[in-house]
T-cell receptor, first 116, second 114 residues
């Protein structure tokens, strides 16, 4: 149980275009979803926390207009990287939790974004 | 503020040897503690977790960890490492409040030699 999927697993786009990444909880209702960014050989950097039906809470230093997060349902959250540039190339990972999970987060497999 | 320290950036062990990965945390109350493992290009998989009760917790793949409040530690152990255990290991502590945030350590890369 508690499976989280991400789509796509890899995406290559041209500079200036927008890219949408989907995160789905497949067998549970995710009241909270998290988006992380991971640089090579580095730890996870939390970008934002989103609750279903509410605006996302962004971490300090994360541009909310660049990284648009929507959590429209209890099973789906999306991250849109707008006007992507090469420096946005990274590994993006989502995770999800529910109220009785005691902070445990269930992670998706990640999305490798490459901006040319 | 909560924080997690993993002092060892990189550890190399021989297959069959025992393993201990260190994790120290800073938190004012009883923490929720986690160990996750990440294979290259993959998401994170939960190895084990501590919420309360028995301070020695068993996880998947033969891993265990011991919560020591006096030392603010939650070290991960395995008696005999397999080549497939080579990966990145992250310790995390549950943050206070209702955000369900996790604070991650910087990770320890485990390399296993045959």
């Amino acid at each position: 149980g508690a499976v989280v999927s991400q789509h796509p697993s890899r995406v290559i786009c041209k500079s200036g275009t927008s890219v949408k990444i989907e995160c789905r909880s497949l067998d549970f209702q995710a009241t909270t979803m998290f988006w992380y960014r991971q640089f090579p050989k580095k730890s996870l950097m939390l970008m934002a926390t989103s609750n279903e039906g509410s605006k996302a809470t962004y971490e300090q230093g994360v541009e909310k207009d660049k990284f648009l997060i929507n959590h429209a349902s209890l099973t789906l959250s999306t991250l849109t990287v707008t006007s992507a540039h090469p420096e946005d190339s990274s590994f993006y990972i989502c995770s999800a939790s529910f109220p009785s999970s005691y902070n445990e987060q269930f992670f998706g497999p990640g999305t490798r974004l490459t901006v040319l | 503020a909560q924080s997690v320290t993993q002092p060892d950036i990189h550890i190399t062990v021989s297959e069959g040897a025992s393993l201990e990965l260190r994790c120290n945390y800073s938190y004012g109350a009883t923490p929720y503690l986690f160990w996750y493992v990440q294979s290259p290009g993959q998401g994170l998989q939960l190895l084990l977790k501590y919420f309360s009760g028995d301070t020695l917790v068993q996880g998947i793949k033969g891993f265990e960890a011991e919560f020591k409040r006096s030392q603010s530690s939650f070290n991960l152990r395995k008696p005999s490492v397999h080549w497939s255990d080579a990966a990145e290991y992250f310790c995390a502590v549950g943050a206070s409040g209702n955000t369900d945030k996790l604070i991650f350590g910087t990770g320890t890369r485990l390399q296993v030699f045959p």
